[in-house]
């Protein structure tokens, strides 16, 4: 599903590019995804994601992982029954094409920089 990842920069889907973050929910993609604390992930800027219960939500922390996830957001994923991989961007867009093309339910938020 996701054509190319250009670290820092952009990601490829179905020929467009997209330079801002991004989440994939049920095979959308819903584009310019801001979250409330910038770098730190709040379990309000998925609420559309947890909304659709994925099987497995994929989240890219940046091409250098400096996005965080806290504990208890991941808690609040996996309390929904939601499995959840947490990595660099490039490693996650890997995972999420991987499972997508394994037919899985997947999601994925995406941050593009840093």
């Not at 965080?68 to 939601?82: A, F, G, L, N, Q």
Request: aromatic share 10%; net charge negative.
């Amino acid at each position: 599903m996701i054509e190319h990842y250009q670290e820092g920069n952009f990601l490829t889907i179905d020929g467009t590019k997209y330079y801002d973050d991004l989440k994939i929910i049920d095979g959308h993609v819903k584009g310019r995804w801001w979250r409330s604390q910038g770098h730190r992930l709040q379990i309000e800027d998925i609420f559309d994601v947890l909304a659709a219960k994925p099987e497995i939500f994929v989240i890219g922390t940046g091409y250098a992982g400096h996005m965080r996830v806290p504990d208890e957001v991941r808690s609040s994923i996996e309390h929904k029954d939601i499995g959840v991989i947490t990595t660099d961007t490039a490693r996650a867009v890997e995972i999420f094409n991987r499972l997508h093309a394994e037919g899985k339910n997947v999601a994925g938020a995406f941050h593009l920089t840093c």
